[in-house]
């Protein structure tokens, strides 16, 4: 699949991040190789269908490697390339961005989070 490259950067890069559950896969990625289930039950809401062709996507557009075992029953795992991890300081300031707002609206922190600020950082 060829992916759409508009004349403006910025266009181009929401274009393969904005999608919901995209952003959230790179989330979960950042902080390392993950396998499907691990990423559904992080995934509040998804339906197996909706990431699914969302991981595919993501392959194809070169963000995310897919990874087979040939092992009973199959292990899949996937990662992010050196394409999708050049995504980090867009996540990243996301991220922070994110936090700011939280606090300054009384939100905390909790591990999770914490882990997440390790892995952009």
């Known amino acids: ?42 995934l509040d809401g998804i339906s197996q ?22 092992e009973v029953p199959p292990r899949v795992e996937y990662s992010l390339t050196e394409l999708g991890l050049s995504l980090k300081p867009v996540i990243a300031s996301m991220f922070d961005w994110g936090m700011a707002y939280k606090e300054q609206n009384g939100e905390g922190t909790n591990v999770f989070i914490e882990a997440l600020r390790d892995a952009l950082h």
Do not use: H
Request: proline residues 5%; aromatic residues 10%; glycine residues 4%.
């Open 1 to 42: 699949m060829a992916v759409k490259i508009y004349p403006c950067p910025v266009e181009t890069t929401l274009y393969l991040i904005s999608n919901r559950w995209v952003v959230l896969i790179l989330r979960d990625l950042f902080m390392g190789t993950k396998r499907f289930g691990e990423l559904k039950k992080s």
């Open 49 to 70: 269908k909706v990431l699914t062709a969302n991981l595919r996507t993501m392959e194809d557009q070169g963000l995310i490697t897919r990874t087979v075992y040939p």
